[in-house]
């Protein structure tokens, strides 16, 4: 064991995750988990992430969006969080495109029931340029995916419900290369039991009770996945954690 003592501080603490090179994903794209946890693994508090973070997680997390080529979300979190499409500084927006990237990362809902309101801002405020996408499967209902469709860019990933592997082909497919995944906790858990989190980006919140939810719910029959700590930052009393998934096999504690 060795203590992480604390260095300079960082001018931008978003330059250490703008250099990150997401150019050699494991599998179809990359994808970065970004999600924030109390001291007790909480992921919410009375079903909503606000109070749980701080005022620097918050700044970074707006900011995060500067990496996504796409930002993608579990349906009950655009139900709970009230999403909206991303909104980048001018600044940020012009280092994306020197970086050859769209000026803003469009929102992918996934969703089976498609229990989704059309009328809201994710699909009425987007751009054309970064359309919303919903992300379903072939058993929805078809007068919601017909509602969906006037709504949104509707990809089929899955018969019975979305296949994590499809939905991300699909996104490669489209020419999206770095996916941000702004969970929740289910859908999370859905992308690491397919082996498709290359990186987790974790805050940890300097406090502690609330809902009995953790930040990655593991589907039935999930398998241990393992992480690399690549970088630690403080700000306050909150720390931030970059991880990113070891290739090799799972191995439990003993
Ligand atoms: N701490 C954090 O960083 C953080 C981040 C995000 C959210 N949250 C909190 O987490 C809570 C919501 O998270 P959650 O885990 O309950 O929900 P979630 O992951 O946001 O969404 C779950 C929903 O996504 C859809 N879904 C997931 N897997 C699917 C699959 N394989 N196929 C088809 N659809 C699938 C389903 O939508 P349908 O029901 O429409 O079929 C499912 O009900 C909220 O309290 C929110 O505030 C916390």
Do not use: N
Not at 106 to 124: G, H, I, Y
Not at 144 to 160: F, K
Not at 229 to 239: N, R, W
């Amino acid at each position: 064991m060795e203590p992480l003592e604390r260095g300079a501080p960082i001018p931008d603490p978003l330059t250490p995750y703008l250099e990150v090179d997401r150019t050699q994903p494991r599998h179809e794209c990359w994808v970065t988990g970004h999600m924030v946890a109390g001291l007790d693994g909480t992921a919410a508090i009375h079903g909503r992430v606000g109070a749980l973070s701080t005022e620097p997680d918050q700044d970074l997390f707006r900011r995060m969006r500067q990496i996504a080529d796409v930002v993608m979300v579990g349906a009950q979190t655009v139900r709970s969080e009230g999403y909206a499409p991303m909104r980048l500084s001018e600044s940020a927006r012009a280092q994306r495109q020197t970086r050859g990237q769209s000026e803003m990362p469009p929102v992918a809902v996934v969703s089976r029931s498609l229990d989704l309101d059309w009328s809201s801002q994710v699909f009425t405020a987007a751009p054309e340029h970064a359309r919303t996408i919903v992300i379903t499967c072939a058993k929805a209902d078809p007068v919601r995916l017909a509602a969906a469709e006037q709504a949104a860019t509707v990809i089929i990933a899955g018969e019975e419900r979305v296949e994590p592997a499809a939905a991300l082909q699909a996104l490669a497919g489209l020419g999206y290369q770095v996916v941000l995944c702004e969970g929740g906790p289910r859908w999370l858990g859905e992308l690491v039991a397919a082996d498709r989190l290359d990186e987790l980006c974790l805050s940890i919140s300097p406090m502690m009770g609330g809902d009995a939810l953790p930040v990655s719910v593991a589907p039935p029959g999930a398998g241990i996945a393992q992480f690399s700590l690549k970088s630690t930052m403080v700000a306050d009393d909150t720390l931030f954690l970059r991880y990113e998934a070891k290739p090799a096999a799972a191995e439990g504690r003993s």
